[in-house]
């Protein structure tokens, strides 16, 4: 860590980010919106943009040097030591429909390691941080990951069938009908309850590092595993293929599951 950093800077930074966005991203909710279409077929709102801009703000501010990676304006100096990756409304379908189950994802990068992620649910009123070496939290209580080490007794979530490519719906199939449990919708929201302990399994695609980076600085320090479907770190790199556990043991049933699927076994 670069000498004029502290953890506790860190994190007052991280809670500015997520108070700036929340007091844009809040003033559009269930307002009539201006939605476009990206390249990706996802729909963005003003209020994604001006809640970015507002998050790059402070950032240029407080951290000129530091990188950015963030969902709406792009990349700066993402070969920095330490990169702030950035969705300022993660769920802009939940948004746009009225749903309160979006939120504001920031992860700090460090040396290809998660330092600090947050997932913060404005309209909740729900914070949830993960530090590495220091632990998980929801609105300054400690949380952690529950102790489940089965798929047969596990509760597995993700956002919507329609994430999935065939071969990919086919492996989640397989293994969330093998789980106790199998829910849909609620974006990040899922892995703040995989955090909390009410949530096992968390499985994913498609998805950006500004979609699973803060997600994985939480879930990690709540004693989760998150990795890819090969069972591999995450990083800026990463297919998009996410798969969250609560516990080494599940993650570990849960992968051989996926993995055979896929492969037609």
Not at 124 to 148: F, K, T
Request: proline share 5%; with cysteine.
């Amino acid at each position: 860590m670069p000498p004029s950093v502290s953890p506790s800077d860190e994190l007052r930074i991280a809670h500015a980010l997520a108070d700036a966005a929340a007091a844009q991203s809040l003033k559009y909710f269930r307002t009539p919106l201006d939605i476009v279409t990206k390249a990706d077929e996802s729909p963005v709102t003003l209020a994604d943009r001006a809640a970015e801009s507002a998050m790059r703000e402070i950032l240029g501010r407080e951290r000129p040097a530091d990188g950015i990676f963030g969902e709406e304006h792009g990349l700066e100096r993402v070969d920095a030591d330490s990169v702030w990756v950035l969705d300022p409304i993660d769920g802009t379908r939940s948004f746009i429909t009225g749903s309160p189950l979006w939120g504001t994802l920031i992860a700090l990068v460090r040396g290809g390691r998660v330092e600090l992620g947050m997932v913060d649910m404005p309209v909740l009123r729900e914070r949830w941080i993960g530090r590495a070496g220091i632990g998980a939290e929801r609105d300054g209580q400690a949380v952690r990951a529950s102790g489940c080490s089965a798929v047969a007794e596990a509760r597995i979530v993700t956002t919507s069938p329609d994430i999935f490519n065939a071969a990919d719906w086919k492996a989640f199939d397989t293994l969330s009908r093998r789980c106790a449990m199998r829910r849909f919708g609620g974006d990040c929201y899922g892995y703040a309850q995989l955090a909390g302990g009410t949530i096992d399994l968390v499985v994913e695609t498609g998805l950006q590092p500004y979609d699973y980076l803060g997600p994985a600085g939480l879930i990690e320090a709540a004693g989760g595993v998150i990795t890819d479907w090969q069972g591999l770190p995450l990083n800026l790199q990463s297919d998009g293929r996410v798969i969250a556990a609560a516990t080494p043991a599940l993650h570990s049933e849960a992968l051989e599951v996926l993995g055979a699927a896929a492969g037609g076994g």
